[in-house]
């Protein structure tokens, strides 16, 4: 993971999330220690769900599920200086994301994803530009965003784009820097 964090840093990639699902605190802190020292100012680094680690890890900021603690008690833990994004999957949750304390509001999946086992029903690149319509805040598009398709994405109102399989799996054997330096081109 610390090689692959240090591949995209040096490819040009500006934030990344650290998510560890299944790890126990110790190691989330370890792991998150080590990619702020490898990383260290090259890209900002987001950790999930935990603000306490955030913090203990010295990232820039915390990203929010639906499920985890709220905006607003998270702003009072990390401090102003610190971003929060907050995940949401349909206009309700963004409308409610875009009225908090959040600095970027995540939406998706807007395409299928194998990401996770148990994916949200997809937003769509309609659902997107409704959404776009009624959210001021940074969209940061995730699910399912590829090379092939986040044009279309960035044309439909987000703001950037959140992307795990396409650079994790790639094609045709190319490198990270290879895929990375796709995207950017894609997306100028």
């Known amino acids: 993971m610390i090689q692959f964090a240090r591949e995209l840093a040096s490819a040009g990639v500006t934030l990344l999330q650290y998510r560890n699902k299944s790890g126990s ?3 989330i802190l370890s792991a998150g220690r080590e990619l702020k020292r490898t990383i260290g100012s090259r890209a900002r680094l987001i950790m999930n769900d935990r603000a306490d680690l955030c913090l203990a890890a010295g990232f820039d900021g915390v990203h929010l599920g639906q499920d985890d603690a ?3 008690g998270t702003r009072r833990a990390i401090g102003s200086e610190r971003l929060i994004g907050r995940s949401t999957h349909n206009l309700e949750q963004a409308l409610a994301a875009e009225r908090s ?3 970027y509001v995540a939406i998706g999946p ?3 994803t ?5 994916p949200d029903p997809t937003v769509s690149i309609a ?3 409704e959404i776009r319509t009624h959210v001021t805040k940074p969209l940061i598009a995730i699910g399912g965003i590829t090379r092939e398709n986040c044009a279309d994405v960035i044309a439909a109102g987000a703001d950037s784009v959140a992307v795990i399989s396409d650079l994790v799996g790639g094609s045709g054997g190319d490198s990270v820097a290879k895929r990375v330096e796709e995207f950017f081109r894609r997306l100028e």
């Open 25 to 27: 605190t110790r190691e």
């Open 70 to 72: 709220s905006t607003e």
């Open 101 to 103: 304390e959040a600095d």
């Open 110 to 112: 807007i395409f299928a």
């Open 114 to 118: 194998r990401s996770k086992a148990t």
């Open 127 to 129: 659902g997107l530009k």
